[in-house]
Nanobody
Framework: VQLQASGGGLVQAGGSLRLSCTHS????????MAWYRQPPGAQREFVAG??????????RYADFVKDRFTISRDNARNTVYLQLNSVKSEDTAVYYC???????WGQGTLVTVSS
């Protein structure tokens, strides 16, 4: 299985960005997926997660992004998304998508928030 993340870039504080992650496997719809991030000089941290189809796509979020970020998935396209709204400078990080069932990480996409 391979995960391909995209959508990162430079965004102004207060702006929005949507990250995408395409999954190459056939069991995507069954697997829980997540987004993690690693800010410069810091450790990786959990951002958001979404369960598979058998758990009705339940979502959970880190407290620091609640009400600003939204995770979603399109099982027909084998893609998970992370919508970033009202971004802040502290959201600058490399964002990784993860297949939680298989412990597979994507290559990461860099989000830089300018103030």
């Amino acid at each position: 299985v391979q995960l391909q993340a995209s959508g990162g870039g430079l965004v102004q504080a207060g702006g929005s960005l949507r990250l995408s992650c395409t999954h190459s496997g056939s069991q995507f719809s069954l697997n829980s997926m997540a987004w993690y991030r690693q800010p410069p000089g810091a450790q990786r941290e959990f951002v958001a997660g979404i369960s598979g189809i058998l758990s009705a796509g339940m979502t959970r979020y880190a407290d620091f992004v609640k009400d600003r970020f939204t995770i979603s998935r399109d099982n027909a396209r084998n893609t998970v998304y992370l919508q970033l709204n009202s971004v802040k400078s502290e959201d600058t990080a490399v964002y990784y998508c993860v297949d939680m069932a298989l412990s597979v990480w994507g290559q990461g996409t860099l989000v830089t928030v300018s103030s």
